[in-house]
């Protein structure tokens, strides 16, 4: 958190400002797309190559950390050596860094009743374990986590019956002990995969899912939808498919709506398109991917459309993640054919996919320190004023968004008995308030408040905003202000 910046004692002239000077507060729409407000992010095979995703002008990364592999019994005793590589190797790079937190891939149950309090405790001491090792980092950073993988599908619960509360109960839990100590690091909830319908209850339709995640206590537990919108060899503009396209997110964030949380966003934490191989095309038809292929050129012109789409349509949509970058290069690891090396945008060579060169030189908002970003101006008020009369003044306050992510925020006031208004009291990033002193009445000597402007997104730094305001009551002003003064009044 940015600290209390000291107080400025502005120019006596400050004073002479007069009521209601400042430029109205812009009155954008909700649903009013910002210009370039996502996050560029790819997901990871292994960080050794997070220099791919600089060299793009990436600033995100996902990658994943398992209860057990931190913590094999499960009984709060941890090795944090492989989340902290990962938080290291955000500091070093100057990424942000998305968490997928799940059991270890031997073990795809899910967390039993019995489990839960652990699970809990397990988020808690984690979020405090990536507090503490940011607090080292020279540079700010975002950590969130994304609750576990796909969980309307069977395969991801050991091919147990889905179920929506189960894992409902899973993200409170989780939400809860990430909150208690790190009320920045931002949870993720959903993880769906769009199904088009799996016969024989191996999944479960993702709007349905989420429409039982609500009904279960969904509600008031996270900071973020997760949805894994993959093109599924269609444009990133079609809509026809059943849902099997990249703009299922629509359909998702409709659902949120409809549950009052319209003002909440989502994150496409996996998407792509699967790049034609002749020598797995049988392979891949025999387990319904073949349809999925597209050209190289394809490849590369559906992942730069998709941002594009997103930027001029969904003013909900804060993350994309590309899926991914090198799963081809990490031989031994994946069978030749697995599919997530056709989703890869580096060859098995390391070389670049015509994607990967476009993506790289892809239009983006300057990443600058962060994508996150917010600036409030000016950073103090202070004014001196005389005991006498019933003198009002008022400054405009500007919140700027210095980062790509769109935010709303609220002001608040701390009066301490100085009498103070802001108006409006609540505005997207880049709009302006008005603060007005009502000094009248007020006794000699100085007087003090603050206005807290807090950001609605949870991984925003420098949030909430201090502004620290003085108002000095003299006797006398200098005969040279007075006609101002009565002007004013």
């Not at 009521?19 to 009155?27: L, S």
């Not at 995703?53 to 209860?67: I, M």
């Not at 993350?319 to 054919?337: D, K």
């Not at 997104?457 to 905003?465: E, I, K, R, V």
Request: charged content about 20%.
């Amino acid at each position: 958190m940015w600290q209390k910046r000291s107080m400025v004692v502005l120019l006596m002239g400050m004073m002479l400002l007069p009521v209601g000077i400042a430029a109205p507060a812009h009155a954008a729409s909700a649903l009013q797309a910002p210009a370039l407000h996502l996050g560029y992010g790819f997901m990871l095979a292994h960080t050794a190559h997070l220099d791919r995703v600089t060299n793009a002008g990436f600033d995100w990364f996902k990658y994943y950390a398992n209860w057990e592999v931190v913590s094999p019994n499960r009984d709060r005793v941890y090795n944090w050596e492989t989340v902290d590589w990962l938080l290291d190797d955000a500091c070093r790079h100057g990424l942000h860094l998305l968490l997928r937190v799940g059991r270890s891939p031997s073990d795809w149950t899910p967390i039993r009743d019995s489990e839960m309090e652990g699970w809990e405790h397990f988020f808690r001491d984690l979020a405090a374990h990536i507090v503490q090792r940011r607090a080292a980092c020279s540079q700010p950073y975002a950590v969130a986590m994304e609750i576990w993988n796909e969980p309307n599908l069977d395969f991801q619960w050991g091919h147990q019956p889905v179920d929506p509360a189960r894992y409902t109960e899973m993200v409170r839990r989780a939400y809860r002990g990430v909150k208690a100590v790190a009320p920045d690091i931002a949870i993720a909830a959903g993880s769906l995969a769009p199904t088009g319908g799996l016969p024989d209850g191996r999944a479960m339709d993702d709007l349905e899912f989420l429409r039982r995640m609500y009904a279960a206590g969904l509600k008031g537990h996270f900071d973020a939808i997760s949805i894994h919108n993959y093109g599924y060899g269609r444009p990133p503009d079609d809509n026809s498919g059943d849902g099997m396209n990249f703009r299922r997110a629509e359909e998702i964030y409709a659902v949120m709506v409809d549950h009052g949380d319209g003002d909440k966003t989502v994150w496409g934490t996996e998407f792509g398109w699967l790049l034609e191989s002749q020598e797995c095309n049988d392979y891949w038809q025999s387990i319904g991917f073949g349809w999925h292929q597209v050209s190289a050129s394809r490849q590369a012109d559906y992942l730069v459309r998709a941002f594009q789409y997103a930027e001029a349509n969904w003013p909900w949509m804060e993350l994309l993640i590309v899926s991914n970058l090198e799963f081809s290069v990490m031989h031994g690891w994946y069978q030749p054919c697995d599919p997530l090396r056709g989703f890869s945008v580096l060859n098995g060579d390391q070389t670049p996919r015509p994607a990967y060169t476009a993506l790289a030189a892809m239009e983006k908002r300057p990443l600058g320190g962060s994508s996150l970003g917010m600036n409030v101006t000016p950073t103090s008020l202070s004014w001196m004023m005389p005991q006498i009369g019933a003198l009002s003044v008022s400054r405009t306050v500007t919140v700027q968004n210095t980062g790509r992510q769109a935010f709303r925020w609220t002001a608040t006031v701390d009066a301490g008995g100085l009498p103070i208004t802001v108006s409006p009291d609540q505005g997207d990033g880049g709009d302006t308030f008005t603060v007005t002193v009502h000094p009248t009445g007020l006794s000699l000597g100085l007087h003090t408040a603050e206005i807290r402007v807090t950001a609605d997104h949870a991984a925003m730094p420098g949030n909430p905003h201090i502004i620290p305001v003085q108002v000095r009551i003299v006797e006398h002003v200098h005969p040279v202000y007075a006609p101002v003064l009565m002007r004013a009044k």
